[in-house]
């Protein structure tokens, strides 16, 4: 992975640059490698949050709005927060005068306390620089019984399909991302999933940030994971 994954003290800057530079074809390319498939996980989420009517939404990491989209069209009123201002831009240009598309920092999150029904947040965790203090930050704006949605990349548990996924993973979507937008980036994005904590160590780090009932679901045959939280 050398030459691949920044240094961390460089982490931050490093995926803010990058996600602005393949900001104009960021949908174009995920749609490509999950077949389309990353829409229904996204809708399978929000419906498990009972997102509705009279919620407020964050949707956290928002890229160009996706989340944001499927949320609002669920009747919440929703705040799409990025730290990438292309990525702001793309989704504004997509979502005209749907939401409010807001730049800002996971750590240090420009909303009141107890201001948030409900967070989602799409392939984001691993391009954090730390989890616990995000998770801090979500469990402060969240007002209780406020849930967290978490959709994310994983490994599946079965050696045959985990063996198939990787061979997927790190070596076909940096090619297809290679041709459709920046060979650099999906280098990254694939090496990106070693800094998520194992699954036992994730759900603890949610735990100490003051979140339970914790329920995690796994998708594309465990290649991916959806995680839902409640304020406590």
């Not at 939404?57 to 927060?81: Q, S």
């Not at 750590?107 to 954090?128: K, M, T, W």
């Not at 399909?161 to 991302?177: D, E, S």
């Not at 459709?180 to 070693?194: E, G, H, K, V």
């Amino acid at each position: 992975m050398t030459g691949v994954l920044p240094p961390a003290e460089e982490k931050a800057r490093s995926v803010q640059r990058m996600f602005d530079r393949i900001a104009p074809q960021y949908d174009r390319v995920n749609r490509v490698m999950t077949g389309r498939r990353d829409q229904a996980w996204r809708v399978a989420l929000v419906r498990r949050l009972r997102i509705g009517p009279g919620d407020t939404v964050l949707d956290l990491a928002c890229g160009t709005g996706d989340f944001a989209e499927i949320a609002r069209k669920a009747g919440a009123t929703v705040i799409a927060l990025d730290f990438a201002r292309r990525m702001l831009l793309q989704g504004a240009g997509r979502h005209v005068g749907a939401m409010a598309f807001v730049q800002g920092d996971a750590l240090q999150l420009p909303l009141a306390s107890r201001s948030i029904d409900a967070v989602v947040s799409g392939f984001a965790l691993r391009n954090f620089t730390s989890l616990p203090p995000v998770f801090a930050e979500l469990h402060r704006i969240l007002r209780p019984g406020g849930r967290a949605g978490l959709l994310e990349v994983d490994r599946p548990r079965n050696a045959a399909l985990r063996a198939g996924h990787g061979v997927y993973f790190n070596r076909v979507v940096p090619v297809i991302g290679g041709l459709l937008s920046d060979r650099a980036a999906y280098r990254y994005l694939p090496a990106s999933a070693s800094y998520l904590p194992p699954e036992l160590e994730l759900l603890e780090m949610l735990r100490s940030a003051g979140f339970g009932k914790m329920q995690k679901k796994n998708h594309m045959m465990g290649a991916i994971q959806s995680i839902a939280a409640v304020r406590t």
